[in-house]
């Protein structure tokens, strides 16, 4: 039974535990400064956001101070109330890199089981180092930037009882209020220890009252917003489909309950990674929140010989003042600048068709020539061949055969795929002297069993011993773990791009992973991965990368690392893309959304939808193109084409570089909204739809956000307002049916 102690004793805890962290030069900092360390305390500072923490000096425990908005000079010590029950003082604390044991019962950032089989650690501080700019992460995607646009931290941690040390990596990226993360463990014991969770990132918040948002769905639905109050006890969602999946996707966003889309505090948090993963939300007992991202614990189990490391993948956490809105908007400046890699980040985004809902499989050299001349008389600068192409010996002609016989059928290109590429890339798009692109598809992590591939290489194929090999869409799982595997991947999808004029690549992957040979595979299947797409990026960057996991399977920040963009969703239906779209854009700027004009009635929904909306949410995504026949489209949608790609081309450079505000949303209103504001400020874009027919009832207003109030804006060339008048008025649109749209432009005078 453990006794009651009173307020003396409490005094005397709060003035020793002050003794252990006293005020001093770095408190005391300037908040222009990235990186401040004095003695034991660390300042990451933003334009906007400071981040604090020090070495509690009796325990060697790291303490948070503080994550949120600038704070400069002192700062108030936490006070920490006595020990009483079972929950000992560390589960009473603000912990940055919590482990398992010694009195803190709430979930831990790393946890290894020693060659004993127990589990507790004791990391320590030991040193730090600091740095300007940033390194990269060995075999990992991760964030860039020189000397003027990151500064590092990097807390060195031992635990003397089993001689594991960790590296912690901070990164403050200021112009985005965003602090990147990451974990390396290294065995320097003489035995074998076994990682079995680690979080990249975790943060203690406050005790406060706070809600999580996160990003749910399912194939065709992804991407959909989910907001609920953080209650006590552990909230967590996840993947284990192998990959970061259309389930959940590897971000959350904790924000006070009043928090909006334009005010409030939001902080962001977004895993670089496309494998299984694990966000855990936790309120303790003492009212603590804890949020913690990494890999999935269930598929971890990481080996490690003495002398070995684990490095965790990164971490970004970004913090707004300005609502829900400022927060993804830090988070789409840094993945455009310091994240994406490709030359085609802001930049080339040909309007596209793609082949697929127009001709399916079932095509030859003609009939695809033919869809290219069609797309090309619209005024489309890319046309892009989907599956179907490949196999010789099992010829691709449906989903039950020819994954990994990456050759082109013999059947359909009598006189070779260049021959095919050569003709169409003769093409001219409508009314310019532009020739047209070629892009073609790939699904390289997967093999039908009725293939050559799986015939001379069943062991390639992920298995668990004699268990069954699970087909999903007639379809195994290559062991891309396997360096053999790898090498075939670069070198079957290297010999194409070679053999032919090929300057676009859409890399699909349609199933998740179902039978492992251990935990670990997942992660090194990743670590492989992220090494096919390193060197195929670096050999061909003249292409242009689409990532496609039957649809937003693997919409990620890893991917983002080495393709440009990638397709948010197999759902084309235009109602259901303004969610999902708008869903996507929380942690992922629109530049990466590939988003499609589609044939009507919706293949996925039935639905029939104006071509105009349809185009207007299409445009919305960095990467504008069609999925139809123009052959087979009805004449009134067919004569709208051009001028909506032409209306594409004009908004997408917006698209590409400047800033997203959602102004309402399909789930809080009939009339969403979205206003996208040039770099430079001078000129703006807003989309504006309305989902239900409206009858005998007053037309509302849209305020936009984000504009100069003191500066005079035309709008569509016609009527001139000033921009306090748009934020704070608004402006009408009157819609005569359901399902309509407008894209209005705003030019600064």
Request: charged share 20%.
């Amino acid at each position: 039974m453990f006794r009651l102690v009173n307020r003396a004793t409490v005094i005397a805890s709060v003035v020793s535990f002050l003794g252990h962290c006293p005020v001093t030069a770095a408190d005391q900092s300037s908040s222009t400064d990235p990186i401040v360390v004095d003695g034991k305390t660390f300042a990451l500072n933003g334009d906007h956001v400071s981040y604090r923490f020090h070495v509690d000096n009796s325990t060697g425990d790291l303490l948070s101070d503080h994550f949120g908005g600038s704070v400069t000079g002192p700062i108030p010590t936490e006070i920490t109330g006595a020990v009483n029950g079972w929950v000992g003082r560390p589960g009473r604390i603000r912990r940055e890199f919590p482990d398992q044991g010694r009195g803190d019962f709430r979930i831990p950032a790393i946890r290894i089981r020693q060659t004993e089989g127990y589990t507790v650690s004791d990391l320590q501080y030991r040193s730090h180092e600091t740095k300007r700019g940033k390194p990269t992460l060995p075999g990992l995607p991760s964030t860039f930037g020189d000397e003027d646009d990151v500064s590092t931290l990097v807390i060195h941690l031992y635990d003397d009882y089993s001689d594991v040390a960790a590296a912690l990596s901070y990164s403050i990226f200021p112009k985005q209020d965003a602090i990147v993360r990451s974990a390396s463990i290294k065995n320097k014991g003489k035995s074998n220890i076994t990682v079995e969770s680690l979080a990249s990132l975790s943060v203690d918040f406050p005790y406060e009252d706070l809600d999580m948002i996160s990003l749910r769905g399912d194939w065709a639905r992804e991407a959909h917003r989910e907001r609920r109050k953080v209650e006590y006890g552990i909230q967590s969602f996840g993947s284990l489909t192998g990959y970061a999946s259309h389930l959940h996707n590897p971000f959350v966003s904790i924000v006070n309950p009043e928090t909006t889309e334009s005010s409030g505090e939001a902080w962001g948090f977004s895993l670089i990674y496309s494998g299984s993963f694990s966000v855990e939300v936790e309120k303790g007992s003492q009212g603590f929140t804890r949020t913690m991202l990494g890999l999935n614990p269930s598929q971890l189990s990481w080996n490690l010989g003495p002398g070995e490391n684990l490095t965790s993948p990164e971490c970004v956490a970004v913090y707004s003042n300005n609502g829900i809105g400022g927060m993804s908007r830090s988070l789409h400046r840094l993945y455009r600048n310091h994240l994406i890699k490709s030359k085609f980040a802001t930049a080339d985004r040909p309007a596209l068709l793609n082949s697929w809902e127009g001709l399916g499989s079932t095509f030859n050299e003609s009939t695809i020539y033919e869809l290219a001349r069609e797309s090309a008389d619209l005024g489309i600068k890319m046309f892009v061949l989907d599956d179907g192409w490949f196999g010789d010996k099992y010829p691709r002609t449906s989903d039950t055969a020819g994954l990994g016989d990456w050759v082109p059928n013999p059947r359909r290109f009598p006189e070779g795929l260049a021959h095919a590429v050569n003709s169409i890339t003769d093409l001219k798009a409508a009314n310019t002297s532009t020739n047209l692109r070629f892009g073609i598809w790939f699904e390289p992590e997967m093999v039908n069993p009725n293939s050559s591939l799986y015939h001379e290489h069943p062991d390639w194929a992920l298995h668990a011993g004699s268990y069954p090999r699970t087909q999903t869409r007639n379809q195994l799982v290559l062991n891309v773990a396997l360096p053999e595997v790898q090498e075939f991947i670069i070198e079957a999808v290297s010999n194409i791009l070679n053999s032919a004029d090929i300057t676009y690549v859409k890399w699909d992957n349609n199933r998740g992973i179902h039978e492992m040979p251990s935990p670990s595979t997942d992660h090194q299947y990743m670590l492989g991965l992220y090494r096919v797409f390193d060197n195929l990026t670096t050999t061909f960057p003249d292409v242009l990368w689409e990532g496609c996991a039957s649809g937003g399977g693997r919409f990620d920040p890893g991917v983002l690392q080495y393709f440009p963009q990638i397709w948010a969703s197999d759902d084309t239906d235009a109602i259901e893309r303004i969610t999902i779209q708008l869903g996507t854009s929380l942690a992922y700027p629109p530049s990466a959304m590939g988003a499609h004009l589609s044939a009507v009635p919706n293949q996925q929904t039935g639905r029939t939808v104006p071509v105009d909306f349809r185009g207007h949410v299409a445009m919305m995504g960095g990467s504008f193109g069609l999925e139809l026949d123009p052959a087979n489209t009805p004449e009134a949608d067919r004569a709208a084409l051009p001028g909506l790609i032409k209306l594409a081309e004009k908004v997408n450079p917006i698209i590409l570089k400047g800033d997203m505000y959602r102004l309402s949303l399909p789930e809080d209103s009939d009339w969403p909204a979205v206003l996208f504001i040039s770099e430079d400020s001078s000129e703006a874009v807003l989309f504006y739809f309305q989902l239900n027919p409206r009858v005998d009832q007053a037309i509302p207003w849209v305020r936009m956000q984000g504009l100069d109030p003191t500066a005079m804006y035309s709008v569509d060339d016609n009527a001139t307002y000033s921009g306090a008048t748009l934020m704070n008025l608004g402006l009408q649109f009157p819609f005569d049916t359901e399902y309509g749209s407008k894209v209005v432009f705003l030019e600064k005078q």
